[in-house]
Every structure is written in C-alpha cells, then in structure tokens.
C-alpha cells in the first residue's frame, strides 16, 4: 500500500525543509516538494496530513539493556514493554547490550539466549551487541564468528564482577579491531569505586542518595578513559567508550581524537569515538537531593551543571559521536527495596 505524507516539515541530516514524502510497504520511494502533483502521488492510497509537524527518520537507540538481570533483580519493563515504549517516542531500532552470563558462558550463549526471549516480543528492530565477562584463547577465537554473523560490537567493563583487567582489553581490543569488528567500553576505575563505596557505607550516608555520586566520582571515568585511550592506542585499535558523563573524560577522548588526526596516514582507519546519555545532557546531581533522589541512581552517576554544558560542547563539536539512553529501567519501588544507596540496582528508563 502507497501513502503519501503531507504538510510536515522533513528533518534529514542535510537539512531541514518542507517536503512530501512517498511511502511503499513502509519503505521510502521519494521525498520532495508537490509530490500530490505526481503520478505516483496522485496513485496513493492514504494521503496523511501532518501539518505543523516534523518528519524524522526512526530513531536508532545503540544502547540499552531492556532485558537485564542484576543479581537477583530483572528490569521493570522487558523486551514487550520497552520496545513499545521505543515505538511510542519514535525510536524504530535499538540495539541491546546484553547482561553477563554464567562465569564459563562463551560469547554465543548470552546471544542465544536473548534471541530466545525477544522472538515475538518486540515492536520494533532489534539487535544485539556482544558482551565479553571474560578473556581466553576460545573467546577471542569467536569473535571473527559473530562479527561473520552480524554482531561487530562487543562490550566490555572496567568495573563489576565481569569487568576485564588492562592484559585483557588489550587482548580484546586487538581481537576485535583484527576482525573488523568495535569494542565498547564503560569506564570506570574499579578500585575507587570499592574504596569509596567501603567508606560511604560504613557511615550513616549510606542510605542517602547524595552519598551516591561520592562513590563515583569524575575522576573515576576520567582515570579509565585516559587508560582505556592508551591501550586502545597500543593495540592499534578503534575505541567506543559508552555513556560518557563528565568533562575531563571528554577532554581526554578529544585529545586522542586530536592525536589520531595529527598522525592519521591516508590509509588510517582507527577511530576514538563516545557516546553520552539525554540524562547526562539534562539532569544533574542536584537530583539526588531530591525526595525520589533513588530513582536517579545510575552508574555512572549524573555529574554537575557543567559537565552538562561540556557534554553539549562536545555534541556540537563533533567529539561526541552518540546520543544513547542506557535504558535499563529499574523502578523506584525496586531501589527503595535496597538496604543502601549503594545496593540499589544502577539504571533508568529512557528509550521512549
């Protein structure tokens, strides 16, 4: 069936401008002025008037975690739920990072498994990014598999139970550049966030969600983005480091990205790129003061007024590659279940 959208104003990468557009079986045959005019618009089924409203294409959100379990404890919403929701905002594709398996799991299982669970749950495209908890001589043997497959992107942590040592991400991030695939890192340095969060809980903090941000300070991005850039740089690899929150994480990503341009050769095709989050755009620590303050408990935490303005710095300069939410949608009654600010389950919704 043709439809032919009309009265809207078309957002594209190359512009903004009025302009109608022809639909088939939801694919678009052309976009341009008058089209009602045309043979093949005038050949429509459906004429949808969408005057004073903007067109955009389907949003594709690359960061979420719709079906994460944690510990015990699984997402509010799942694949049904999230997806809807992803629908309802105008996002038509996301791609989840799925959660860690068992400690043995090689990379196809957690794959399989979430196939499994999203097969004719979801209202939209999907796809799924691999997640390395761990590294040996199997894994990195698989990863030319699924990149073959259709899965070039792997996440790895620098943090959590899953999270890989400097011997291990230069592993991973050789492996993965070698088979034309991306890894994604979150950056945080493991030690500071034990060390601060063994203090802050040990005093009557702990069950304020100020105490949060304490136990995850900026510079505990900014150490392992710095790290992380290094042993991208040694391993001759690409770098996507995901939800970036604070300003001197940026500067370093900028610095890097400055070095590679200084040094790119014709045939260079290494890239450092990063991805922040609408949260960390919008919403700043002064949340947590709050009487819900729970429900802003995220990892990593939202930061200050002007990481914010930097983050919107970094978006208009072209040193921030992505905007993703990380949706991973814990409710409130599920972190107010939690003994402390720091046992609560890390996340918020935002796919829609």
Not at 12 to 33: K, P, S, W
Not at 93 to 98: D, G, R
Not at 106 to 130: K, P, S
């Amino acid at each position: 069936m043709r439809t032919l959208i009309t009265g809207g104003t078309v957002v594209r990468e190359d512009g903004v401008f009025d302009a109608e557009v022809l639909l088939d079986a939801g694919r678009i045959l052309e976009i341009g002025e008058r089209l009602h005019e045309t043979s093949a618009g005038r050949g429509a089924d459906e004429i949808v008037a969408v005057t004073g409203c903007f067109i955009l294409p389907g949003g594709v959100d690359v960061h979420t975690h719709v079906n994460l379990t944690a510990g015990e404890t699984h997402v509010a919403d799942g694949f049904t739920a999230a997806t809807e929701a992803a629908a309802f905002g105008g996002t038509t594709t996301l791609v989840e990072h799925p959660g860690f398996g068992a400690s043995d799991c090689d990379l196809m299982q957690q794959i399989d498994t979430y196939t499994a669970e999203a097969a004719g749950r979801c209202a939209v495209d999907y796809a799924f990014h691999g997640v390395l908890q761990r590294v040996d001589a199997g894994i990195l043997a698989q990863i030319p598999e699924l990149v073959r497959q259709g899965i070039p992107t792997f996440k790895a942590y620098t943090t959590y139970d899953g999270r890989l040592n400097d011997e291990e991400l230069l592993c991973a991030l050789s492996a993965v550049e070698e088979a034309g695939g991306l890894l994604t890192v979150h950056a945080e340095n493991h030690a500071m966030i034990r060390f601060l969060t063994a203090h802050l809980a040990a005093t009557d903090a702990r069950s304020d969600p100020a105490s949060y941000p304490k136990s995850r300070p900026a510079a505990c991005e900014a150490e392992a983005v710095y790290r992380l850039l290094h042993l991208a740089r040694i391993a001759e690899a690409s770098l996507y480091i995901v939800h970036l929150s604070t300003a001197a994480g940026l500067e370093h990503v900028r610095r890097a990205q400055a070095e590679q341009r200084k040094q790119a050769r014709q045939d260079a095709t290494r890239k450092v790129m990063a991805e922040t989050c609408p949260h960390y755009l919008v919403l700043n620590e002064t949340r947590y003061a709050e009487p819900d303050g729970r429900t802003c408990i995220m990892a990593p935490p939202l930061r200050t007024a002007a990481d914010c303005d930097a983050l919107w710095e970094g978006l208009a300069d072209g040193s921030l590659s992505v905007v993703a939410t990380d949706h991973c949608s814990f409710s409130l009654a599920q972190k107010e279940h939690a003994d402390t600010v720091f046992q609560c389950p890390s996340g918020i919704p935002g796919v829609e």
